[in-house]
């Protein structure tokens, strides 16, 4: 109870929500409030959503959507659907879970070159990437729509991405070392994806540079306005960094979708309680049922009856500690005990009865007792071989047992075996049944 109450204080906790890089509402040198502003100076204001929940049944197939440094993966089934339709979705990620998506399309990470042949301040680390020109035919077609404005863009920390038919779109050229791209394009049915391996390229301070700040313009445009020749005038919702999701493309849900919003909801709710605090009605009636929670276990405790213990000197002492034929008998009877002391406990019983019978030995051998059955059981063929094959059977179990692995005895064998002991006791008058006049000695007529 203290621990669910120690819970709740926590939750009720309000926190100080800070701003991350990325971040589309900051303003400082790492956010990216001014790419925001210019997607609304680009698309109009009305065109442009910056949602921290992105609802897939809002999206349209004329829409396109911009994930920047997504920090949890973006859901397959619902923009794999989302691209198949026609929309547009660009990954612009480093060191995020963008990676779920992309190596769902096979597009691998590579490192980017040591030496680059142009850089800012020198350094490789922001090294100048420039537009790939296509060719096709032999012919320039030219660079990507993306980049169609690009000179230059300025990196800061990229990675490199490679895909055998995806389209580059921006690449980094080196000295001595293969160029790499840090940007592809391709079609997924009727949309398209676009991936770009450095979304600090976008933020506030990366922006001051021309081609940068044309980047961010054509990324804009061509996510919802570039369709060949003919204009799409679709939404763009931009999501960055820690994003929930909800809904389904196209308004077609599964349970298991239904039952991923309802656990989203109410992790947000808690979340929202966590920063915000609960109400003051909702902390009352919870401290509410917290008293009353205690005062039914209070009262239940109180009121449960204690029977005296018995003291151990006065308990019944168990037959199996007991000792003698009964501790014994309940050893073998007991449901962990295996048959194969049973089956052992019948060739003890079979080898004393004979020999108390016909006066042998303390321990008979087997071949002994099988002569001495058969000269005076006078069982028939049937009843000596199995008689033989349950000895040999003993045998068998005996030695098992012996070497610390017992063998598994059926149930079905153990009453064959204890049947076909009693049978062989009986002929032999060995059974305890002896008729008065009758001599106990073998090979002695009747008095």
Known sequence: MGIALAALLVLATPLTALAGAFDVNDNTWEGCSEFLEIARAELGSARVSAVAVLDWSRVQPEDGVLVLHPVQPIDPEESTAFMKAGGRLAIVDDFGRGDDTLKRFKIERTATPSRPVASLRGRAALALAEPVIDAVGGQAVGPHPVVSNVQKLVTNHPTGLRHPNLSPVL??????????????????????????????????????????????????????????SQAQRGRLFIVANRFDQEGTFGGETTLRK??????????????????????????????????????????????????????????????????????????????TSPRSLMLLELKSALFEAMALRFGLGADPSVDALTQLVAREGGLDERTFSDFKEVLSNMQRVEASVVAGKPTAVSRPALSHAAKVVRDVLAACHADGTLRLGVESSPGKGAA
């Open 258 to 335: 239904e039952l991923d919003a309802q656990v989203a909801a109410l992790l947000r709710m808690l979340e929202e309680a966590r920063q915000e605090g609960f109400p003051a009605a909702m902390l009352l009636a919870l401290a509410a049922m917290a008293a009353l929670g205690v005062a039914v276990w209070v009262a239940r405790t109180a009121a449960r009856p204690y029977r005296s213990p018995l003291p151990r000197y006065a308990r019944p002492v168990p037959l199996v500690a007991q000792g003698g034929v009964a501790g014994r008998f309940a050893v073998l009877a007991a449901p």
């Open 171 to 228: 690449r980094i050229r080196a000295i001595n070392e293969p160029d790499v791209v840090i940007a592809v394009a391709g079609q997924v049915e009727k949309g398209r994806l676009f991936a770009m391996s450095d979304p600090s390229a976008l933020i506030n301070l990366m922006l001051r540079y021309p081609g940068n700040r044309a980047f961010g313009v054509g990324l804009v445009r061509y996510l919802v306005d570039e369709d060949g």
